[in-house]
Structure formats: structure tokens, C-alpha cells
T-cell receptor, first 112, second 112 residues
């Protein structure tokens, strides 16, 4: 039972480069989320999805895009990387609104 | 003021001590989560509470809905309990469907 799988675990990007953080879950969860974690701060919501084909902005969406073409996959796209996007990114999923949340292992991204 | 406040921010204990981490929140919630984040970054869900008390091994979580307060207790602490413990609440009202609002975490270090 893989749960939530994120790739890559680490990445260094140059300013202006683009990349996609991959997230997949095998629990048939409708709800999926992308968070970023900055030092000394609580996790902040970037984007979320309540099901395939439906996405919406969270608290800190600027500089990011998402898509949800299948229930399993919820990739996060950075188009023009900036130093402010240096952070640890977590993907999470849950079955309904009031159930346990499952997290991926995180992606540590550095933009230089 | 953050919607979810944790105390203390940092906690050092000797092996065997009883540990309490507190979480206060200011919003109406449908559930409260306690999460554990080990060095290396992965986040694991420990408890999800909507009322009362839950116990799993040496961990006990309580919630008082009227006082908007939750506590996580660790009995007979062990160095392997060293981690960051994060309180997160799921808002009862609209907005990001099922999104969690996170505290900043409590860093626990248990010395042998």
C-alpha cells in the first residue's frame, strides 16, 4: 500500500527554470492538496482539488499551477522558478472532508 | 494572530518523562489532527479528533471543543519520540474544501 507518493525528493533549480512536482495516491481519495512548508512557519495551502477535473487556489497560489486529470494524480507546476519558491513541498490526500490526512514524503526545492 | 497556536515551540525532555504539547485554535472546526514530522521530513498522521480523547500506545490526545483546546501527551518518553509535532484543524466552514490550518509545530527532543 503506497499511500501518497511524491517525486522528486530533492531538486535544485536555477531562477527562471520550470519543473513539475509529481504526486500520486492509490487510495481513491477525492481530496488532494499541495502545501509548502517554510522554516518556522506552518504549512500553507497552495492548491487543492476535490476531484478529477476540479482544482482551486489555496492561500499561496502565485507562481504555481496544477491539474487533476485523474483521481490518482495531482501534479504541481512551477513555470518560472524564483528564490521565494525555495521551500519544502508536501502533497496530501483525504477521502472526505473529515477523515485522516495522508502526506507524501515531501520535496525539498532550492531555487538559486 | 494565527488561527492555530501551539505551545511550547521547543521542548527538551529526559527519557521517561511525561510530555504535554498544547494546541489552541480560534476557528470553528470539524476535526483536529495531530501530526508527527521526523527529521528527514515525512509527515505522519497520529490522531484525528472531533471530541473527547484518543489513545494509541504511549500517545494520548484530548480535545475540549468548548475551550477550543487540544493536548497531545506522551507517556514514558523515548529518544525515538524526538520529532516535530504539528496540530492542524479542519475548518467547519466553507472555503478550501476540507483544508487543514496548521500550527507552526512543537520541536521535541528527548535525551537519553
Amino acid at each position: 500500500n503506497a499511500g501518497v507518493t511524491q517525486t522528486p525528493k530533492f531538486r535544485i533549480l536555477k531562477i527562471g527554470q520550470s519543473m513539475t512536482l509529481q504526486c500520486t495516491q492509490d487510495m481513491n481519495h477525492n481530496y488532494m492538496y499541495w502545501y509548502r512548508q517554510d522554516p518556522g512557519m506552518g504549512l500553507k495551502l497552495i492548491y487543492y482539488s476535490v476531484g478529477a477535473g476540479i482544482t482551486d487556489k489555496g492561500e499561496v497560489p502565485n507562481g504555481y499551477n496544477v491539474s487533476r486529470s485523474t483521481t490518482e494524480d495531482f501534479p504541481l507546476r512551477l513555470e518560472l522558478a524564483a528564490p521565494s519558491q525555495t521551500s519544502v513541498y508536501f502533497c496530501a490526500s483525504s477521502g472526505e472532508r473529515v477523515t485522516e490526512a495522508f502526506f507524501g514524503q515531501g520535496t525539498r526545492l532550492t531555487v538559486v | 494572530k494565527n488561527e492555530v497556536e501551539q505551545s511550547p515551540q521547543n521542548l527538551t525532555a529526559q527519557e521517561g518523562e511525561f510530555i504535554t504539547i498544547n494546541c489552541s485554535y480560534s476557528v470553528g472546526i470539524s476535526a483536529l489532527h495531530w501530526l508527527q514530522q521526523h527529521p528527514g521530513g515525512g509527515i505522519v498522521s497520529l490522531f484525528m479528533l472531533s471530541s473527547g480523547k484518543k489513545k494509541h500506545g504511549r500517545l494520548i490526545a484530548t480535545i475540549n471543543i468548548q475551550e477550543k483546546h487540544s493536548s497531545l501527551h506522551i507517556t514514558a518518553s523515548h529518544p525515538r519520540d524526538s520529532a516535530v509535532y504539528i496540530c492542524a484543524v479542519r475548518s467547519a466552514y466553507g472555503g478550501s474544501q476540507g483544508n487543514l490550518i496548521f500550527g507552526k509545530g512543537t520541536k521535541l527532543s528527548v535525551k537519553p
